[in-house]
T-cell receptor
Framework: GQNIDQPTEMTATEGAIVQINCTYQ??????LFWYQQHAGEAPTFLSY????GLEEKGRFSSFLSRSKGYSYLLLKELQMKDSASYLC?????????????FGKGTKLSVIP | DSGVTQTPKHLITATGQRVTLRCSPR?????VYWYQQSLDQGLQFLIQ???????AKGNILERFSAQQFPDLHSELNLSSLELGDSALYFC???????????FGPGTRLLVL
């Protein structure tokens, strides 16, 4: 099984930078995903890491350390529309059978 | 818009009843996943199909079943419904079982 931990809530100011951390424990790591989810809507794919290091995509970056079981999502130049839940998900498995396990999400509130 | 469609958007039913949720994956995607999201549990993986065959099973109750048809659309059947089954049910699809999952808009189920 898996254990994924991320903070329940965070608040940040418009224009600032925020880092959302995720720690996990898994026996068959096969990649880590970040999704954004606005209330009542579908999760939207943000980023994917399978190797250690930083992946940058516009205002969003994601970092992975497999040895530490740790990832973070970095959001720069925060905008009000970034207020949402951010879900960390770990993929586990192999041989044609993969499963995504999601953390409970971090609710980010961006304030003026 | 992810390209994944789900019907119906909303469903209200009574305890003990049976419902069917439908999902059409993105064009070209062979793999379909079903998730349940309730307020206290977060996003829970239920089951995965790939090209018509069941590939992985998560926390799916025996009262629930699913299938993927030759045209690749999928249906999730929920029977003997209980109040606790009230949740958002998401379908996701990917090209194959190793690729990024893209989520549909969800079906909001309310059991009264």
């Amino acid at each position: 099984g898996q254990n994924i931990d991320q903070p329940t809530e965070m608040t940040a100011t418009e224009g600032a930078i925020v880092q959302i951390n995720c720690t996990y424990q898994t026996s068959g790591f096969n990649g880590l995903f970040w999704y954004q989810q606005h209330a009542g809507e579908a999760p939207t794919f943000l980023s994917y890491n399978v190797l250690d290091g930083l992946e940058e995509k516009g205002r969003f970056s994601s970092f992975l350390s497999r040895s530490k079981g740790y990832s973070y999502l970095l959001l720069k130049e925060l905008q009000m529309k970034d207020s949402a839940s951010y879900l960390c998900a770990v993929r586990e498995g192999g041989a044609g059978s993969y499963q995504l396990t999601f953390g409970k999400g971090t609710k980010l509130s961006v304030i003026p | 818009d992810s390209g994944v469609t789900q019907t119906p958007k909303h469903l209200i039913t009574a305890t003990g009843q049976r419902v069917t949720l439908r999902c059409s994956p993105r064009s070209g995607d062979l793999s379909v996943y079903w998730y349940q999201q309730s307020l206290d549990q977060g996003l829970q993986f239920l089951i995965q199909y790939y090209n018509g065959e069941e590939r992985a099973k998560g926390n799916i109750l025996e009262r629930f079943s699913a299938q993927q048809f030759p045209d690749l659309h999928s249906e999730l059947n929920l029977s003997s419904l209980e109040l606790g089954d009230s949740a958002l049910y998401f379908c996701a699809s990917s090209v194959d079982f190793k690729e990024t999952q893209y989520f549909g808009p969800g079906t909001r189920l309310l059991v009264l």
